[in-house]
């Protein structure tokens, strides 16, 4: 199995020989702060790659259309796609990683916790006008928008 390894995958796992290949890419590394960890690294036949902007475009408009944008980081961006552009599967624990990977038929492992079961589509809702709308704020009543799912659907095969 080809792998792309998120820093969490980093720290957390301690068994990398069933993999063929594993990539990540640089800002990854610079996260990978600890001892073990590093050491971890410097024991792994990894092969650190930038993705393409062609596709770290099309993960920003997939996260973008699940409402994941504002929760990822540049990072979590370049992971998915170079994931994307090598076939690879993404091992993360992070559920809007996940939701992107999902989103965009990247396969995904969860290290701790169960992986996600459904893709959300996050919109920004008003509690006192029980509508989503764009933005922060309620162009209605002004009331501070909140995250919330606005639709889901059920993951097969991922």
Aim: hydrophobic letters at 40%; proline letters at 2%.
């Amino acid at each position: 199995m080809k792998v792309v390894l998120d820093t969490s995958a980093i720290i957390y796992l301690s068994d990398f020989r069933k993999f063929e290949e594993i990539f990540t890419v640089e800002e990854v590394l610079e996260e990978v702060k600890d001892r073990i960890s590093s050491l971890k690294l410097s024991s792994l036949n990894l092969k650190v790659e930038e993705p393409e902007r062609e596709s770290l475009e099309i993960v920003r408009n997939a996260a973008r259309e699940t409402g994941d944008l504002e929760k990822l980081s540049e990072t979590d961006l370049k992971v998915i796609a170079l994931a994307k552009e090598k076939d690879c599967t993404i091992i993360s624990d992070d559920r809007s990683v996940q939701n992107v990977a999902g989103k965009l038929g990247i396969k995904y492992i969860s290290i701790f916790s169960k992986k996600i079961s459904k893709l959300i589509a996050w919109g920004r809702y008003c509690k006192n006008c029980k509508k989503f709308f764009e933005g922060k704020v309620c162009p209605v009543c002004g009331s501070k928008l909140v995250r919330r799912p606005k639709n889901l659907k059920l993951i097969e095969n991922i």
